[in-house]
C-alpha cells in the first residue's frame, strides 16, 4: 500500500511540475512562451502586429510587418513593394514590381537578368521574347 501511495504522490509531483510550473523565456527581442502559459496568450500576440522587432530577427521571412506575417516586399507576390499590393497572373515579384518574366528587359526569365541593348555580332537589339534575350 505504501509503495502505491508514493507513486501516486510522485505522479501528482511530476504532472504539477510539468504543467503549472511552465518555463517563461525571454530573448531580447522575442519572447516564447512554453507550456501551460501558451494558453493564457491568444497566438495574435506572437505576431509582428504586436512585436515589432519579430522582423528583424535572423531567419525571418522578411522585414516588413504586412498583415501579422514577416515578408519581403521585393519578393513577395501578395505584398509586392508594399503590404497588399498582388501581382497579377503572369507577373512577378522583383525588387518590388510586378514584372512580365517572358518580356521584361530587365527580368528577363529571371529576376535581375538584364538583356544586352546592342550587340554588333548577329545585330541583336536586347529584346525579352518568351523569358529569353533575342529570342527568334
Known sequence: MTQMTAFIAYAILLTYLLTVKAELIVSPALKVLRGRNLLNVTPAQNTCKFNSTICSEPNSAGSKCCDEVCVDTSSDENNCG????????????CDGDCVDLQKDEDNCGRCGLKCPK???????????????????
Do not use: A, Q, W
Request: charged share 20%.
Open 82 to 93: 508594399s503590404c497588399g499590393r498582388d501581382c497579377s497572373f503572369g507577373k512577378t515579384c
Open 118 to 136: 546592342t550587340i554588333s555580332i548577329n545585330n541583336l537589339n536586347g529584346k525579352c521574347e518568351n523569358g529569353l534575350c533575342d529570342y527568334n
